[in-house]
């Protein structure tokens, strides 16, 4: 593993020309930040050694390298799924990539269902906490000790000082934050209502396919996370309706310039 990683972080480093400490993965339907990136390159990921490819309808799966708000960054436009049928390893390959590249900071997007009765559809959802809800872990296997510890801790998995900054620029802006947990689990089916349920049961307060795995991993490294759920759609007692990708799209694309906002101001003050 750790040869196809130093090998695959060898070709992107002769294509940057800079050193981003920030890299951002935008979610299902969340691409739209990308446009916002300037002097860039775009790597897809079908040319990237030992990258998987990104199968998931609304994914075009490429890596991007330029500035945003002025500073470097590189951002995935496409995550890898476990649903789409990529082990643990495979889905967070590119984050064991981006330490070998020097990055510290993981911002991470995603589409989700609110169980947390007070969310409305087209929230922003800032991660303060997860629940992993996937069968297995990512670093469960042999340990790379050179990478990070057999027994990470996960008290802080989301940064406590990005939630700040992201809370501090939402209010500077006039844009609603809700704050609450993930629970991530394999999909693909989105949940039934008794699942719904359970998941609130349990401490979360909206529910998603992703994520998870690429926190686990960033934190085994000490890359700090910060995370964003967008809230497509709702899982709560009352109002439990039909999920469809397509909807969980269009709400997406529909709330994302208030999260490219703040994602953009945040590199701008911390990149
Ligand atoms: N459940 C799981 N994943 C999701 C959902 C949901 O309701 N909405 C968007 N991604």
């Known amino acids: 593993m750790l040869k196809k990683i130093k090998e695959t972080a060898d070709f992107l480093k002769s294509k940057m020309l800079t050193q981003p ?3 951002i993965i935008l979610g299902t339907g969340l691409g739209n930040l990308a446009e916002q990136i300037t002097d860039s390159i775009s ?13 998931v309808e609304g994914h075009s799966g490429c890596l991007i390298l330029g500035k945003l708000g002025g500073k470097d960054i590189l ?11 990529y082990d643990m390893k495979q889905v967070t390959f590119p984050i064991r990539v981006m330490k070998l590249l020097g990055i510290e900071i993981l911002f991470v997007s995603n589409a989700s269902g609110g169980v947390n009765p007070a969310y409305e559809i087209g929230d922003l959802m800032v991660i303060n906490d997860h629940l992993n809800m996937f069968p297995e872990n990512p670093l469960r296997g042999q340990n790379f000790e050179e990478l990070g510890p057999r027994f990470p801790d996960m008290h802080e998995a989301y940064d406590k000082n990005l939630i700040a900054l992201a809370s501090e620029i939402a209010a500077e802006n006039g844009i609603k934050l809700q704050h ?6 394999q999909g693909p089916t989105f949940e039934t209502p008794s699942e719904y349920k359970y998941y609130r049961v349990i401490g979360a307060d909206a529910v998603g396919m992703s994520t998870v795995p690429e926190v686990i991993v960033a934190n ?5 996370c910060f995370g964003v759920s967008i809230i497509t759609d709702l899982g709560v007692p009352g ?3 039909e999920v469809s990708h397509e909807e969980v799209q269009r709400m997406g694309n529909a709330a994302q310039p208030k999260m490219t906002l703040i994602m953009k101001e945040m590199v701008k003050r911390i990149g």
Do not use: D, L, Q
């Open 180 to 185: 609450g947990v993930y629970a991530g689990t």
């Open 21 to 23: 400490r920030v890299a």
């Open 239 to 241: 109002n439990f309706v």
């Open 220 to 224: 085994h490294m000490g890359i700090k």
């Open 43 to 55: 790597i897809p990921y079908g040319e990237i050694p030992n990258f998987p490819i990104s199968t």
């Open 75 to 85: 951002a995935m436009k496409g995550r890898f799924h476990y649903y789409e049928g």
